[in-house]
């Protein structure tokens, strides 16, 4: 065996330390396995880390603080598939606009409770005047603080700010992960504040952060100050779009086909409102069931 022989056959040997092969090219096929490996651990992980945030979810729905009246409307207001299409995380920090009493709060805040942070914005009633609605969104906010005084295991770490709704400032800007409201949009437009709302929650929103929008469909757009409770997709849209959002997708999760949407006491007409005109006959809205409503998912650029 000649010196050159030697050599090579001991640089052959080396190879697979000094991540060459004979011909003088890396080897690369070990590192391709381990990369693929370390893939399918994350890929993995990351699987059973969401599986675990909708089990953590699916807690939240069905939790036995819930009223029976409460869990009785998940049929019409879908709060699993609707919270799953607007991204909610665990740990993320979300702003509900006007909860009322509190429906979506019991589910957001148990499942936000752990790490992330609830966020209720109602509407401070010393902005408004006398006679204007004063007593109403004082009687919605006592509801609420009686909802989360009573429950301190699930709404402990909850918190609460006051808006005025002429000037909505939601909380300190980009601090949300996440805005999200139901069924209010009507009444904003109707009182010309629709613009502002949606500026405040631009302002309220990280940059990449998610607006959720639920909202009763009117079949067309309609006027400023119509008074059915519905409101066009593409007017919702326009909106958000006006605001500086992107809008990203619309699902159907919350449409009702039976809603004819041309009801004598507009939307209030249908459950849970039941304002049903003497006369009329109550079961007819009741097969109805709740109204159609566009679920909306917009996003902050950056």
């Keep these: 065996m000649n010196h050159r022989t030697s050599l090579t056959l001991l640089g ?28 399918d651990s994350a890929a993995e992980s990351e699987s059973r880390a969401a599986a675990t945030d909708q089990a953590r979810l699916r807690d939240a729905v069905g939790g036995d603080w819930r009223s ?15 919270l799953q299409f607007f991204g909610l995380q665990p740990d993320q920090t979300v702003v509900e606009i006007t909860p009322g009493a509190g429906w979506y709060a019991q ?33 919605a906010k006592d ?29 300190s800007p980009g601090t949300a992960d996440l805005v999200v409201t139901f069924r209010n949009v009507h009444n904003w437009r109707k009182s010309g504040q629709a613009p502002g709302m949606f500026e405040g929650f631009y302002k309220v929103l990280k940059p990449g952060g ?4 639920v909202e009763h469909r009117a079949a067309a757009d309609v006027p400023d100050d119509d008074g059915s409770g519905y409101v066009g997709e593409a007017q919702v849209i326009a909106l958000a779009e006006a605001a500086g959002f992107t809008f990203e ?32 006959d109550p079961a007819k809205y009741q097969a109805i069931g709740e109204s159609d409503r566009m679920t909306l998912r917009f996003r902050k650029p950056g």
């Excluded at 029976?68 to 609707?82: G, I, M, S, Y």
């Excluded at 609420?144 to 939601?170: C, G, H, I, K, W």
């Excluded at 998610?210 to 929008?213: E, F, I, R, S």
């Design 68 to 82: 029976a009246d409460d869990v009785a409307r998940d049929a019409h207001r879908h709060p699993l598939e609707t």
């Design 210 to 213: 998610t607006l959720g929008v």
């Design 12 to 39: 052959c040997a080396l190879a697979p330390f000094l991540l060459l092969g004979c011909s003088g090219e890396p080897a690369t096929g070990n590192l391709d396995s381990a990369d693929a490996q370390r893939a």
């Design 143 to 171: 509801q609420l603080e009686a909802t989360f005084a009573a429950a301190p295991a699930q709404f402990d770490r909850a918190n609460m700010v006051s808006y005025d709704p002429t000037a909505p400032v939601l909380g």
């Design 249 to 280: 997708e619309a699902s159907e999760i919350n449409a009702n086909p039976r809603d004819t949407r041309d009801h004598p006491n507009g939307v209030w007409t249908l459950p849970p409102g039941n304002n049903v005109s003497e006369g009329d």
């Design 107 to 139: 589910i957001l805040a148990p499942y936000l409770h752990q790490d992330g942070n609830y966020v209720a914005a109602v509407v401070d009633p010393a902005t408004l005047p006398e006679g204007g609605g004063r007593d109403y969104q004082q009687k």
